[in-house]
Each structure stands twice: as structure tokens, then as C-alpha cells.
């Protein structure tokens, strides 16, 4: 069964330092995966996706077949990134599947 | 602005009562998704269509039921709510498979 684990509920990190939201997938085969936000009083939107390998935001995130793992990663955060992160796995049914989601709070 | 719109945004039911969420976009998507979110478990697919004429149950289905009108709405049903339903509920939509989803304000809904 596909299956996405955000291990962190809550992040609480200070402006300036290095962030990593952990995402780790059970899927057996070749894993499309993404990264949603929802920042306060915005929709959820789409962050970044690893088929794309780009930065957004300052954020990168690299799919580790031999961990199964996507973590995203900010060397420096800042106070905007404070929002709600998912990581979600594109399955063979040709629908997502979403994690629990972190809460990444950035302090000043 | 092409955009994926909810109504209600806010609705307060009680215990047995039928309740209809509608999504409506005008993006030109063909697929259309219902998710529900709880605190703790992130998102869970309820339902999700291709077009007008295919409908798939997600992760949760039970006391659920869908209807797609056309390509730009889809509504959401709970035939008899119960309070465990309680939630914030979601409609997004994408051009293909894993493109980008784009997602309404979302729906809270609670029942008494």
C-alpha cells in the first residue's frame, strides 16, 4: 500500500537556521512526489515536485530511492516559511496520497 | 482569474441532517478530488473523478456520495452526517494525473 509518514508534527526552528521536514514513502513503484503549503489564510498550494528538480522559495528537497525519503530542506529560514507542509506521493492509481503534515513554525 | 470556488465555506449541521458541498472551477480540469482534513491526519481522499462520466472512491468513502454535473462542478453529499464528520473539507482539481492540484478555501463543516 502507498503510504506517506511526515514523522514531525510540529517544527519550531529560529530565523536564520537551517530547516529539514522529514517525509519518508512506502511505494513499490517509481514514486512522483511533492511538497504542498498552506501558508495562514491561503490555500493549499503546490510547493515544489522532485521531477522538476528546482528551488523554490530557497527550498530544495531530493528523493532518496534507497531511504525512501523526500525531505525538504532550507539552509536559512525565514519568518514567511512559517506554514503547514505536506508531502504527498503520486501512486499508480493516478492519485495522491497525502502525510499528516508538519506545522513548521519560524521564530524570530 | 480561472479558479477552483466552494460553498459553502462555513456550515454548522446537525446529526442525520443531508448537507451538499459544491466545488466549482473554471480552470478547464478535467479531473476533480474531495478531500477531508483532521488535525493529525493531513489530507484524505474522499472521492475523485477523471470526467463527467468516472467517479472513484478515495481512502474514505463510507457516508459519502459524489456527483459530477458537468467538467466544472462536482458536489459532495453526506446523506445523513454524523459528528465524526466534522472537518474541513477540500476540493481541488488538475489537467493530468500528478500535474499540480489546485485547491478551493475549503469548507468547514460541523455537526452537532
Known amino acids: 500500500a502507498q503510504r506517506v509518514t511526515q514523522p514531525e508534527k510540529l517544527l519550531s526552528v529560529f530565523k536564520g537556521a537551517p530547516v529539514e521536514l522529514k517525509c519518508n514513502y512506502s511505494?513499490?513503484?517509481?514514486?512522483?512526489l511533492f511538497w504542498y503549503v498552506q501558508y495562514s489564510r491561503q490555500r493549499l498550494q503546490l510547493l515544489l515536485r522532485?521531477?522538476s528538480r528546482e528551488s523554490i522559495k530557497g527550498f530544495t528537497a531530493d528523493l532518496n530511492k534507497g531511504e525512501t525519503s523526500f525531505h525538504l530542506k532550507k539552509p536559512f529560514a525565514q519568518e514567511e516559511d512559517s506554514a503547514m507542509y505536506y508531502c504527498?506521493?503520486?501512486?499508480?492509481?493516478?492519485?495522491?496520497?497525502f502525510g499528516q503534515g508538519t506545522r513548521l513554525t519560524i521564530n524570530p | 482569474d480561472a479558479d477552483v470556488t466552494q460553498t459553502p465555506r462555513n456550515r454548522i449541521t446537525k446529526t442525520g441532517k443531508r448537507i451538499m458541498l459544491e466545488c466549482s472551477q473554471t480552470?478547464?480540469?478535467?479531473?476533480m478530488y474531495w478531500y477531508r482534513q483532521d488535525p493529525g491526519l493531513g489530507l484524505q481522499l474522499i472521492y475523485y473523478?477523471?470526467?463527467?462520466?468516472?467517479?472513484n472512491k478515495g481512502e474514505i468513502s463510507d457516508g459519502y456520495s459524489v456527483s459530477r454535473q458537468a467538467q466544472a462542478k462536482f458536489s459532495l453529499s453526506l446523506e445523513s452526517a454524523i459528528p465524526n464528520q466534522t472537518a474541513l473539507y477540500f476540493c481541488?482539481?488538475?489537467?493530468?494525473?500528478?500535474?499540480?492540484?489546485?485547491f478551493g478555501p475549503g469548507t468547514r463543516l460541523t455537526v452537532l
Open positions: 481541488a482539481t488538475s489537467e493530468e494525473a500528478y500535474n499540480e492540484q489546485f
Open positions: 504527498a506521493l503520486g501512486s499508480g492509481a493516478q492519485k495522491l496520497v
Open positions: 480552470k478547464g480540469h478535467d479531473r
Open positions: 511505494y513499490s513503484g517509481s514514486p512522483e
Open positions: 473523478s477523471f470526467d463527467v462520466k468516472d467517479i
Open positions: 522532485h521531477i
